[in-house]
């Protein structure tokens, strides 16, 4: 669930950090570094500062191969810079959950999961979120990183309220695991060799607690590159010992997917309708609603809204749309605003994604996409660009 749109989306706006970073050497110090930090270095990854942590931007291969080869074979990711995984317990914790997010937890089966946003009051996304229902009295919330104070505050302040009201619920960050992420067609039969639970019975968005080479950890089947793959909490003081039982296991070496990055397509002030994840409103909670602006996301669902998320491909220019540039129609009247681009290496194209008036986000619509004074052609797409890989029930 790496809360981002794909490995080159991640390597622009880590990037762009890094050249901040140097220009402000001294806050470096302040960073903190990743459970993985020697391994990293000690394999050549170059680390570079992203929301007051450190990671790898890239190793001895270039970005474009690495994205290629976990297409194509499969790639290892420490996800710890990126996401934060807190636990949700109490007989109440699920009713707690539900006043904070729009998915149906109490209808998720205890082992499954589902993607998720928590909102404010008029409707925004504060944060997108996985989460894992391990026992009813048990939910698990991966969240972005680079929201966790906001986030952790959000739950906090809520949760004072509804424990004064009676509500048995408790929660705690668990900064003693690292998370790592395993993606590609290899994921699954590498990750099958060090464990003895039949993965084969594990589905997309499936939850497990079982022992990978002897470390007892969580897994869940998911991951934010599209391809079929796992998400994995272990331990801290055994993340490295995973890590490289992994990597011996995979011969071999998120870009695509459509997906929303928190701070890119997701913010406060977007509602998760107009983002294109009006999915993930459960259709118990469609008819109850009882979650933080529900009244503004289920009046969307039901009469529409004023703009939608689309993804596009341009054409014309040398580098890939920027944030925050125009978007036009053809006769040249704006009808939106770049959110990310980046060039796909598995399309061999510039891709992007933004928001534009309703009426324009249909696939095969033509635009314009002006950045810094320059004008390219683009074209809308449905999304994923990518089809996506993911392992469920035939």
């Known amino acids: 669930m790496m809360r981002g749109s794909g490995l080159w989306q991640l390597a622009q706006s880590i990037t762009r950090h890094r050249r901040l970073a140097r220009r402000c050497f001294a806050a ?12 990293h270095v000690a394999n050549g ?28 074979n499969g790639g290892l990711f420490d996800i710890s810079p990126l996401c934060d995984l807190i636990s949700l317990k109490g007989k109440n914790c699920v009713e707690f959950l539900e006043k904070l997010v729009v998915a149906d937890v109490a209808g998720l ?36 990183s680079g929201c966790r104070d906001k986030d952790v505050a959000h739950i906090e302040e809520h949760g ?49 607690e079982l022992d990978i080479n002897g470390i007892h950890c969580f897994l869940t089947r998911t991951g934010y590159t599209g391809e079929d793959g796992f998400e994995i909490s272990v331990p801290s003081e055994h993340a490295a010992d995973v890590a490289k039982s ?21 913010e406060q002030h977007i509602t998760p309708v107009e983002a294109g994840l009006g999915w993930t409103v459960g259709k118990r909670r469609r008819a109850e ?17 004023q703009i939608r998320r689309v993804g596009f491909f341009s054409t014309g220019g040398d580098s890939p749309p920027a944030s925050h540039s125009e978007i036009q129609e053809e006769k040249g009247n704006r009808i939106g605003e770049v959110t990310s681009g980046g060039f796909s290496p598995f399309l061999k194209k510039n891709i992007g994604m933004g928001y534009v008036k309703t009426s324009f986000y249909t696939a095969g619509t033509k635009v314009r996409i002006v950045d810094s004074g320059n004008s390219y052609d683009g074209i809308v797409t449905k999304m994923p660009f990518v089809p996506t890989k993911y392992y469920r029930p035939s």
């Not at 589902?114 to 969240?143: M, P, Q």
């Not at 602006?293 to 809204?305: S, V, Y």
Request: proline share 4%; glycine share 12%.
């Open 28 to 39: 470096e110090a302040g960073l903190k570094k990743t459970v993985l930090h020697d391994f």
């Open 45 to 72: 990854g170059e680390m570079v500062p992203f929301f007051g942590r450190t990671m790898p931007l890239r190793y001895r291969d270039s970005i474009v191969d690495s994205a290629l080869n976990c297409r194509e």
């Open 109 to 144: 089966a205890p082992g499954t999961g589902a993607l998720t946003v928590f909102t404010n009051e008029k409707g925004g996304v504060i944060d997108d979120s996985v989460i894992s229902k391990v026992r009813d009295d048990h939910v698990c919330v991966v969240v972005n």
């Open 160 to 208: 004072k309220v509804f424990r004064a009201k009676g509500g048995d619920v408790s929660w705690h960050i668990h900064d003693e695991t690292c998370l790592l992420a395993l993606q590609g067609p290899l994921a699954a039969p590498v990750l099958q060799r060090l464990t003895k639970e039949n993965l084969s019975k594990m589905y997309f968005w499936g939850f497990r």
């Open 246 to 266: 992994i990597l011996e296991k995979l011969e071999g070496k998120p870009e695509a997917a459509g997906l929303c990055w928190y701070g890119k397509e997701l």
């Open 289 to 305: 609603g009882g979650f933080l602006g529900a009244h503004t996301i289920l009046k969307q669902l039901a009469e529409g809204t």
